[in-house]
C-alpha cells in the first residue's frame, strides 16, 4: 500500500512568489491534514480537511489556504511568501475522524529567499 | 487554550538505562494522547496512544490526569530508539467534536552505547 506522498519534495522561491504544495493520501483516508514544522517551533498546525471541507484552520494568516480535492488529494497554497515561511511543510492522513492514527509524508523543504 | 508541553529539546542516556520522555498537556476534559516518533531519514509514525494501553517497542506511557503529563518510559534504552519524539493531543473543537492532533516541540533522544 502506498503511503502518503507530497510533490514537490523540495522548493526554492523568492519572497513574494506564491506555492502550491500537493498531497495524495493513503487510499481510503477522508481526511488531510496540513502542519508546518519551522527549525525550532516543532510541528505546527496549519489546516483540516475531511470529505472535501475545510474543518478547522491553525493560527496562520490568510494567506495560507488550501482545498481538497473529490479524490481526497489536497492542495496547500501560500500567497506573498516570506523568508520566515522556510520550512519543512508535512501532509497527513487520517482513515476518518480524528483519534485514528495520523500518517505522515516526507514532506515538502521550501526555502524562501 | 489546549497546549502540550516537552520540557527537554534534548535527552542523552547510555544503553541499557532507562529512559523518561516528559510530557505535560493542558486540557479541560478527557484527553486523548499519542506519542509519534521519527526515525533518522524516515517519517513521523505513530508510536502508542494511551487508550491502546499496549507497549510499543517497550516503550509504555501512562495518562495521570492529576499531573497533567503523559510521560514516555523505558527501562532499558537501545540505541536504536535515537530518535525525534512527539508527544500529542487530539484538539478538542467546539461542540466537544474532536479536530487535529496538536504536537509538542519534541524531544530527540539519544543512546549512547
Known amino acids: 500500500e502506498a503511503g502518503v506522498t507530497q510533490s514537490p519534495t523540495h522548493l526554492i522561491k523568492t519572497r513574494g512568489q506564491q506555492v502550491t504544495l500537493r498531497c495524495s493520501p493513503i487510499s481510503g483516508h477522508t481526511s488531510v491534514y496540513w502542519y508546518q514544522q519551522a527549525l525550532g517551533l516543532g510541528l505546527q498546525f496549519l489546516l483540516w480537511y475531511d470529505e472535501g471541507e475545510e474543518r478547522n484552520r491553525g493560527n496562520f494568516p490568510p494567506r495560507f489556504s488550501g482545498r481538497q480535492f473529490p479524490n481526497y488529494s489536497s492542495e496547500l497554497n501560500v500567497n506573498a511568501l516570506e523568508l520566515e515561511d522556510s520550512a519543512l511543510y508535512l501532509c497527513?492522513?487520517?482513515?476518518?475522524?480524528?483519534?485514528?492514527?495520523?500518517?505522515f509524508g516526507q514532506g515538502t523543504r521550501l526555502t524562501v529567499v | 487554550a489546549q497546549r502540550v508541553t516537552q520540557p527537554e529539546k534534548l535527552l542523552s542516556v547510555f544503553k541499557g538505562a532507562p529512559v523518561e520522555l516528559k510530557c505535560n498537556y493542558s486540557y479541560s476534559g478527557s484527553p486523548e494522547l499519542f506519542w509519534y516518533v521519527q526515525y533518522s531519514r524516515q517519517r513521523l509514525q505513530l508510536l502508542l496512544r494511551h487508550i491502546s494501553r499496549e507497549s510499543i517497542k517497550g516503550f509504555t506511557a501512562d495518562l495521570n490526569k492529576g499531573e497533567t503529563s503523559f510521560h514516555l518510559k523505558k527501562p532499558f534504552a537501545q540505541e536504536e530508539d535515537s530518535a525525534m519524539y512527539y508527544c500529542a493531543l487530539i484538539n478538542c473543537l467546539k461542540r466537544g467534536s474532536q479536530g487535529n492532533l496538536i504536537f509538542g516541540k519534541g524531544t530527540k533522544l539519544s543512546v549512547k552505547p
Open positions: 497527513a492522513s487520517s482513515r476518518d475522524r480524528p483519534g485514528t492514527e495520523a500518517f
